[in-house]
């Protein structure tokens, strides 16, 4: 595995620090350079002499781990210091500082990801998960509201791409009974927004961004509904003409972000879109 890794040359920072991290928790001493694990302490009047020795093998390995993969002309950046976590900061000051060119170039970055024409919907929510990490190490997390329109935003080619028997798994759909109901950490809120679109569950809602009104397959979702008649909606594939039997408003909450659709056609009949 270390081979693999290219050793920090001052443009590959980024690569480096994920792929260093992997090596790390390989090696068992990333909770001590993430300053998560501190050495053993006394168990009544005296300290467990092999945890000792055991921590401070791992806590000289995580040094030289980073060291190593450091390039020669790096390395006076981190001669005469022997803690892995100083040596970590150290570096990320000096490659990925926190300032505000760097927060504002990570929000423009952010805001024009799109998803490429063979990309897969998979890697783009990883590009975009990489980039809301940074941020929010930067001190500046984005806001569950924007990653959802920049989800739904930008991936709207990719799921009109794969729409279409709504009983196939590669319909993209978050279901409103998996959407959690409590409160979370903006970890866990970055990555279920993520995960949704790739979600494959039965029975959920339908989100198609490409469409000129919102539709619903499931009357149950509706707070209000008025139900309508004389009227078609018209899909995207072959033209094909589908009764709308209703219009309402309906609720959908992400994380604890609440989103309101107004107007949403209730078309029970609708099988491709």
């Known amino acids: 595995m270390e081979s693999l890794i290219k050793p920090l040359d001052g443009t590959n920072y980024a690569t480096w ?62 001669e005469g210091l022997t803690n892995g976590a100083e040596t970590w900061k150290k570096l990320k000051s000096r490659f990925q500082p926190d300032s505000r060119a760097r927060v504002m170039a990570l929000k423009h970055e952010f805001f ?26 930067a001190g500046h997390p984005v806001e569950d509201l924007d ?22 798994p590669s319909r993209k759909k978050v279901s409103q009974d998996s ?4 409160h979370t950490s903006s970890e866990e809120r970055t ?34 509904f008025e139900p309508v008649n ?6 995207a594939v072959d033209n094909i003409t589908t009764p709308i039997k209703g219009k309402g408003t309906v609720h959908v909450k992400i994380g604890n972000v609440q989103i309101k659709l107004s107007n949403v056609a209730y078309a029970p009949e609708l099988r491709k879109n």
């Open 191 to 224: 990555s279920y927004l993520l995960e949704a679109l790739s979600s494959s569950e039965e029975g959920g809602w339908i989100f198609d961004s490409a469409a000129t009104t919102p539709f619903c397959l499931d009357k149950d979702p509706f707070s209000k």
């Open 179 to 182: 959407v959690p109901n409590r």
């Open 230 to 235: 004389n009227q078609t909606l018209v899909g």
């Open 17 to 78: 620090c994920s792929d260093i991290k992997v090596l790390l928790l390989d090696r068992d001493c990333w909770d001590i350079v993430a300053e998560r694990e501190a050495a053993p302490v006394k168990e009544g009047d005296e300290i467990d002499a092999r945890k000792l020795k055991e921590f401070n093998l791992r806590f000289n390995r995580a040094y030289t781990t980073i060291y190593m993969k450091v390039s020669p002309q790096y390395r006076t950046i981190i």
């Open 147 to 168: 990653q959802c329109f920049q989800l739904l935003r930008s991936s709207s080619k990719e799921i009109k791409f794969k729409s279409g028997n709504p009983k196939q």
């Open 112 to 137: 024009s990801t799109v998803i490429e024409p063979d990309e897969s919907i998979g890697l783009y929510t990883s590009n975009l998960s990489r980039i809301i990490e940074q941020l929010r190490e």
